[in-house]
């Protein structure tokens, strides 16, 4: 089957970094994407990476490597409003053109002061 | 722009009651997609849409049903209601590889 296992919690503290991993099994793989969403609100999207390596927006990087269906969000500088839910997602190359992603579960980050 | 508009926010159903789901996006985006996401969980798709006049079923589509006569809106139809659809559904649109949500209908089914 396909799936994506990232971890259910994450805690940290204020101004530390903290790095939240993503393996996947799917059929075929075009890309490993991340989202962020806030309780009560919706997903927004964070970065996406279809090449190994690194990608850097900001406090937030993106890191992904095919060989071992693997991939990370690192966030550096927490702040509270980093408190969320991170989403990994892959969009599958054996879907078709419909874009449709394959998600994960979710890791709840609760920064603390 | 306004984005992703869902409406209504929050509705309360009784079972076997029907309702639609309205969605609209103002950019244009030829793809579309309705998920549900239950507590502490992640998103499911329930049906998604190519462009106006082609829809087809995603993970969950029992239950659902879906138009896309314009580009721009995507409704979602629920046939008798019942308690385990009871969910947050987003709407969502695409360009390249980034989805756009909007803020999501609550609905409860007792």
């Not at chain 1, 805690?11 to 799917?26: L, M, P, R």
């Not at chain 2, 159903?13 to 029907?18: E, H, N, T, V, Y």
């Amino acid at each position: 089957g396909q799936s994506l296992e990232q971890p259910s919690e994450v805690t940290a503290v204020e101004g530390a970094i903290v790095q939240i991993n993503c393996t996947y099994q799917t059929s075929g793989f075009y890309g490993l994407s991340w989202y962020q969403q806030h309780d009560g609100g919706a997903p927004t999207f964070l970065s996406y990476n279809a090449l190994d390596g690194l990608e850097e927006t900001g406090r937030f990087s993106s890191f992904l490597s095919r060989s071992d269906s693997y991939g990370y969000l690192l966030l550096q500088e927490l702040q509270m409003k980093d408190s969320a839910s991170y989403f990994c997602a892959v969009r599958d190359s054996n879907a078709g053109n419909n874009r449709k992603l394959i998600w994960g579960l979710g890791t709840s980050l609760a920064v603390n002061p | 722009n306004a984005g992703v508009t869902q409406t209504p926010k929050f509705r309360i159903l009784k079972i076997g009651q029907s309702m639609t789901l309205q969605c609209t996006q103002d950019m244009n985006h030829n793809y579309m997609y309705w998920y549900r996401q239950d507590p502490g969980m992640g998103l499911k798709l329930i049906y998604y849409s190519v462009g106006a006049g082609i829809t087809d079923k995603g993970e969950v589509p029992n239950g659902y049903n879906v138009s896309r006569s314009t580009t721009e809106d995507f409704p979602l139809r629920l046939e008798l209601a019942a308690p385990s659809q009871t969910s947050v559904y987003f709407c969502a649109s695409s360009f390249q590889e980034t989805q756009y949500f909007g803020p999501g209908t609550r609905l409860l089914v007792l």
